[in-house]
């Protein structure tokens, strides 16, 4: 009972990215734009979604699902990771804080991997299959889908957030980070991690490997059925649709498995750190510019919204 009351009482600190102030202030300022415009970037591509019919359809349902899931994901990490930038680390994050923190990062980012094969899967029917792209892409199975993706997050999120913070954490507990990861957290225990580390692989193989995979396999089919199509226009559109999602898959598993699916033992602390800010800060940022300026249909309804509103 006292060993558990102790680990509670610990607090975690964040090592600064550098020793000088004016470094740490640029970084500052550039998460602080890269934030703000992921904030308003995906609030605009849900709200331009929700208040135009033309783009009530299967893909932008997924694509409004994808920009909230940044915003809240980036959310968990950008507020805290400011104000340690600014004071240099010195505010610290509490066993329980740092807990709930690794928890909804988890829950998010595992939710946002999954959801972007559901969209992998999409674009396969509605290429593949456009005929009948709508009588399987059924409003009430892409609400399954989108429900599936956060429930299946909540459960790897909950277990592993779990089984990481029952381990005892003794000595200097300070995080070569800016937000409280599965590993940099993992590394500061002092007990026997492997059960831990089989979890971490276990969820990185189910969030990352699997969907990854289906992902490929989808678009192996899916440029194979674009090159049938006769149109110049319709492949040139079919492709332009897909490559925005491609670009968005690329960066964001690869960077991921970068750091997740590798042993432990050979895990980098200030590498793991540098490859964090594209998954955190630059992919949120690049997901709203990647599909709006490679999508015509977007664009155009982005406008359309704008000429509503700005006629009223």
Not at 84 to 107: H, Y
Not at 170 to 193: K, M, S
């Amino acid at each position: 009972m006292g060993d558990e009351n102790q680990t509670i009482d610990i607090q975690f600190h964040f090592h600064p990215f550098s020793p000088i102030l004016e470094i740490q202030i640029l970084i500052f300022v550039a998460f602080l734009l890269m934030y703000i415009g992921s904030l308003i970037g995906n609030a605009t591509i849900f709200l331009t979604v929700w208040a135009e019919c033309s783009l009530h359809t299967p893909m932008y349902f997924f694509l409004a699902n994808l920009a909230v899931l940044e915003i809240f994901y980036s959310s968990t990490v950008a507020p805290l990771a400011l104000v340690n930038l600014l004071t240099m680390g010195r505010i610290p994050i509490s066993f329980t804080g740092c807990g709930t923190q690794m928890f909804f990062f988890v829950f998010l980012g595992s939710a946002d991997c999954i959801l972007l094969g559901i969209m992998a899967y999409d674009r396969f029917v509605a290429i593949r299959d456009p005929l009948r792209y709508t009588l399987i892409m059924r409003w009430q199975l892409c609400a399954q889908l989108a429900t599936g993706a956060l429930v299946l997050g909540f459960i790897l999120a909950l277990q592993l957030t779990a089984l990481i913070f029952h381990l005892p954490f003794c000595g200097q507990n300070r995080i070569t980070h800016f937000y409280c990861d599965v590993l940099p957290i993992l590394r500061l225990a002092c007990g026997d991690t492997r059960m831990q580390e089989a979890m971490i692989f276990i969820v990185s193989v189910i969030i990352l490997t699997i969907p990854f995979s289906l992902i490929s396999i989808s678009y192996i089919f899916i440029v194979g059925a674009i090159l049938k199509i006769r149109s110049t226009e319709g492949q040139r559109k079919a492709f332009s649709t897909c490559s925005s999602h491609l670009t968005v898959v690329l960066l964001q598993y690869g960077c991921c498995s970068l750091i997740y699916l590798r042993p432990s033992s050979s895990y980098n602390p200030e590498m793991g750190r540098v490859v964090s800010v594209v998954y955190t800060f630059v992919t949120p940022v690049l997901n709203p510019l990647i599909y709006s300026m490679r999508n015509k249909e977007l664009k155009d309804a982005l406008n359309k919204v704008m000429k509503r509103h700005l006629l009223r």
